[in-house]
């Protein structure tokens, strides 16, 4: 193909990047997760993004207008939209240690940045906080995970000393006993001008969380763009108070310094502020209503049919307010791992999580319309 100008259209036959490359789509019965491209961007998303990538812009100017508008449909003083929930725990926590040390960040050195601690309930332990070692900071690890010997207020007040940066709180339902709750937290941190930064990656739905956390005085709240936000996957949102995301802001990309390496385009901004707008104006119960419809339609097909028992289940894996089915799996001649092997096996594949159980749950919140039905029929050809 010849030079093409830029601007200039050139007219192509549509074609599906993953026919070209020869891999294939499938049926998403798990849920957001990130492996599996995270959710399924809206038209209208999609459209934000490529006006976006039309046109040069400021880029300065364009993450302002972004970032205010963000801030005032989530209802947060301010907002920022960085490269995924992971980054943004990485600047959050960058801004903590700026704001401590009383220097821009981009002069630390790392022996300053060393003697920074960020303190977190050992039951919050997860893979996600290894970004905080990454940047420099040592870990304070409080409590045990177990219901044995649970955390007290004294615990806490104690383990705040005169090198804490920062509370890392990581909210979630996967995550074991032994931590305290978010406001006896926030009240002690408060009370010793330390930050609480507040993980909820996949605390989306209820909608309410956008705002709840910031209104029980947490610094800074973590949000994946990629998952139920249905914004692009490379993106994430900090919601939280002015000054501690201005010091993000400062620290971010395109600005020099570590935030240049968490490159967020034009694309992203966009393509986030989009999904949030349609978000926020969503009708969530009647998504919730189709999901449960989802539901009975398992239930009606498959249910005593001769392979499973179908119930549901609430919440989901995440503790998000959206039920599934559960598909125990009665007759003994099929495992959970046969069946997600024939599942995956089939055209489209179609991808289900057992969780270690007897059997195999169906996740309505990634599903499309028409996408149940089929994996009904594909259920039913195990007879």
């Known amino acids: 193909?010849?030079?093409?100008?830029?601007?200039?259209?050139?007219?192509?036959?549509?074609m599906d990047i993953y026919d070209e490359l020869g891999v294939s789509p499938i049926i998403n019965a798990a849920g957001t997760y990130t492996v599996l491209g995270g959710s399924r961007m809206s038209e209208e998303t999609l459209e934000a993004m490529n006006s976006a990538a039309r046109n040069f812009v400021s880029l300065?100017?364009?993450q302002k207008a972004a970032h205010q508008a963000i801030a005032k449909l989530t209802k947060n003083e301010a907002a920022y939209v960085s490269n995924g929930a992971a980054a943004g725990l990485y600047l959050a926590i960058a801004a903590c240690i700026e704001r401590k040390l009383g220097k821009p960040f981009y002069y630390l050195t790392k022996d300053q940045i060393a003697s920074c601690t960020i303190?977190?309930?050992?039951?919050?332990?997860?893979?996600?906080?290894l970004v905080i070692g990454h940047l420099g900071a040592a870990y304070r690890e409080l409590s045990f995970p177990n219901r044995i010997f649970p955390p007290t207020e004294a615990d806490l007040e104690y383990s705040i000393d005169e090198h804490t940066a920062a509370i890392y709180f990581a909210s979630s339902a996967w995550v074991a006993p032994g931590f305290l709750p978010l406001d006896v937290l926030v009240k002690k941190a408060k009370a010793k001008e330390v930050p609480v930064i507040v993980d909820a990656a996949a605390q989306l739905p209820p909608v309410e969380n956008l705002w709840r956390f910031s209104e029980q005085g947490a610094a800074i709240t973590l949000f994946s763009g990629g998952k139920d936000l249905r914004g692009p996957q490379a993106s994430g949102l900090m919601v939280g108070c002015q000054e501690l995301i201005d010091r993000v802001t400062?620290?971010?990309?395109?600005?020099?310094?570590?935030?240049?390496?968490l490159k967020?385009?034009?694309?992203e901004l966009a393509g986030l502020y989009a999904a949030i707008k349609q978000y926020v104006s969503m009708d969530h119960h009647a998504r919730y209503a189709w999901c449960e419809a989802q539901i009975v339609a398992l239930q009606e097909a498959l249910d005593g049919k001769g392979i499973f028992t179908v119930r549901r289940s609430f919440p989901n894996e995440a503790g998000q307010p959206i039920a599934r089915a559960f598909l125990e799996i009665t007759n003994p001649r099929y495992t959970p791992e046969y069946v997600q092997d024939f599942l995956l096996q089939g055209k489209p594949p179609i991808y289900a999580y057992s969780e270690n159980l007897q059997g195999i749950f169906i996740n309505p919140m990634?599903?499309?319309?028409?996408?149940?039905?089929?994996?009904?029929?594909?259920?039913?050809a195990l007879r």
Do not use: C, W
């Not at 990309?253 to 935030?259: A, D, L, M, T």
């Not at 967020?264 to 694309?267: A, I």
């Open 1 to 14: 193909m010849g030079f093409v100008p830029q601007g200039k259209t050139v007219k192509r036959e549509k």
């Open 60 to 62: 300065r100017d364009f």
């Open 119 to 129: 303190l977190m309930f050992k039951a919050h332990r997860n893979p996600y906080d």
């Open 250 to 261: 400062a620290i971010g990309f395109p600005h020099y310094g570590i935030g240049r390496m």
């Open 264 to 267: 967020v385009g034009r694309e």
């Open 366 to 380: 990634s599903l499309k319309a028409g996408e149940t039905e089929i994996i009904i029929k594909r259920l039913q």
